[in-house]
């Protein structure tokens, strides 16, 4: 009944996650190389368990991203250590939003956020392929237009 | 354009200019502003202790000053009868439009069916001119309402008048639309207003504190802490002012047109709230208040918007500041007519259980005992009921409250499990209303009480809306 999202979502966030701590590995590395404090290795040994540790993290958490578009309505998942559920009725839509930074274009990946009339809603589903996105778009904005209501 | 022959004009689909002594009073609040700045800076200078320089430095120091304030006075006049010049506004068969702007212009439509509530406000000083703004807000988030400032008083409520017959769907073929009949429900009275902000939270501490920071200062031999304390009780002081003023003499009333609150000193407003308008409701009870059994309620309507915090909601999304509990269930009962309660059930009963009751009486679901240990001190008051119209949720020991939102008036519904909760198989459920002081949600529900009530809610949700009666309510 879930539809996952992108795994190049996971690739993504990875590789955003990974930079800093790839910068921080390296001066770690070569700080502790030049002055030659043993203990010093310390530090470029946190920052890869830091990054094995993002690693993981990132493909769990986009394992949990997950939606499903029932008849009426629209389910969106996410969370590894808060997870949350939410349901919005399609009649309830007020617009939808597509959106790709650079970073999510250079991988290909979209993320399409739900808006009703309440701000709490948050129903958005990031990693999405653009003409997955664009399909749901689609999809949403016709099947909130047949059920339609008002406030 | 003046007297009757001006009233009915303003609904002929003609584009109209707004009162001529709009940029007067406009002008008026850039005085006062000038002079509060210009007052704030002497006073510092005076503070400051700055009293060595000769005096033609000083009578200096003041022509300028003078000087600078008639600039920005003759500024701020010119720019508001200019603003005035190009504002004109238009009201048509399906909508209120509004031109604005001197240097950029902006062109507003309010479509009348998406209308939400009407406001007439009048100011202190429109007030002594009568005058009045309305203000048609509309569900576009926070600054979408259309405001006319000024009208005058009468123009203005004849103007709203005709606004609600058309959002209603009336036809009238009078020159001037009728004024649907009021009919007072509950007022509250100063005494009771005036005893209910000293038994709320700002007032409790000025009365706890202030004497505590005295017996410090006497202890320690010096002033610091009571001069540390003035700021606080000015804020606290000033928060209290603005509630009595805010809320002297509500009074709320039906009429066909929806519910209408009258409230305010030396502001004045009348609120109408059409009906189905609602979206959420909260009767709640601060500590003190339990002495007396007193309740306010609260209310969600799109267009009044997210400006007002949760701890002190603004003065619109009030619907009853201070009342008795049966007062405040005739306030709820004015807003949900029909409870939705099965039959041979009383309606009171059941909201009586909400306010006050802590046990699965009346149909109440309960939270499981083991819920305690996330939420050691309101758990057994966290609650829910499902009526045939509504959801209602009680909630809090201390600070009391139940939330009441109708089944069509539903956004979206969501489910929330923190990694404590994952562990005791709770999940709280999450219910998603327009922006304002009512965020319903029931905390620590037993995880499969909480998916069958997300699925039935959707379900009755939907059921609602289908059955719900038109956005023009009198074309029922």
Known sequence: ?????????????????????????????????????????????????????????????????????????????????????????????????????????????AQVQLHTASAHTDARIPGLPPEEAARLRDRLASRGEARLAGL | MSGAQGRQAYADGEWHRLHPLTPALRSWRILVVVLVIGVQNGADNLLSGDFNTPPDVNGRLLAGGGAIILVVLAVGVVYSVLSWRMSRFRVGPEALELYTGVLFRQHRQARLDRLQAVDVVQPFLA?????????????????????????????????????????????????????APEQVAVSVGAPRLVLSLALSGPSLALALGTPLLIVVALAIGNVGPLLGIVPTAFGA???????????????????????RLRHGLLEHRTQTVPPGRVQAVRLSQPLLWRIPDWWQVHANVAGYGGSSAEDAPGTESTLLPVGSRAEAIAVLSLVLPDAGVQPGEHPGEVVDAGLSGSTPTAGYVVVPRRARWVDPIAWRRTGFRVTSAALLIRRGRLRRALDVVPHARTQSVGLRQGPLQRRLRLVSFTLHSTPGPVSPEVPHL??????????????????????????????R
């Not at chain 1, 769990?60 to 997950?66: I, L, M, N, P, S």
């Not at chain 1, 009725?89 to 617009?95: A, D, E, H, L, V």
């Open chain 2, 237 to 259: 002081i000033s928060l209290l002012w603005q509630r009595f003023a805010g809320q002297f003499g509500f009074l709320v009333a039906t009429s066909p047109d929806g519910l």
């Open chain 1, 1 to 109: 009944m879930w539809t996952p999202v992108s795994p190049r979502l996971a690739t993504a966030r990875r590789i955003l996650s990974a930079l800093p701590l790839a910068v921080l590995v390296a001066a770690g590395a070569v700080l502790a190389a030049l002055v030659g404090w043993p203990a010093l290795w310390l530090i470029p040994l946190a920052g890869l368990a830091l990054a094995a540790w993002a690693w993981v993290l990132i493909g769990r958490q986009v394992d949990a991203w997950g939606y499903a578009e029932r008849e009426d309505d629209l389910l969106v998942r996410h969370g590894v250590l808060v997870r949350q559920l939410v349901v919005v009725p399609y009649g309830r839509m007020q617009y939808v939003d597509v959106q790709a930074g650079p970073v999510d274009r250079a991988f290909g990946i």
């Open chain 2, 446 to 475: 037993d995880a499969a009480t909480a998916a069958r009530l997300l699925a039935e809610q959707v379900d009755r949700a939907r059921a609602a809306r289908a059955s719900s009666g038109p956005e023009r309510w009198m074309e």
């Open chain 2, 127 to 179: 007030r002594l001119t009568g005058l009045a703004r309305l203000t048609l807000e509309v569900a576009g988030g926070s600054g979408s309402a259309v405001s006319l400032s000024y009208l005058t008083d009468g123009q203005a409520q004849s103007l709203r008048n005709h606004l609600l017959a058309r959002a209603a769907g009336v036809r009238y073929d009078t020159d001037e639309a009728p004024e």
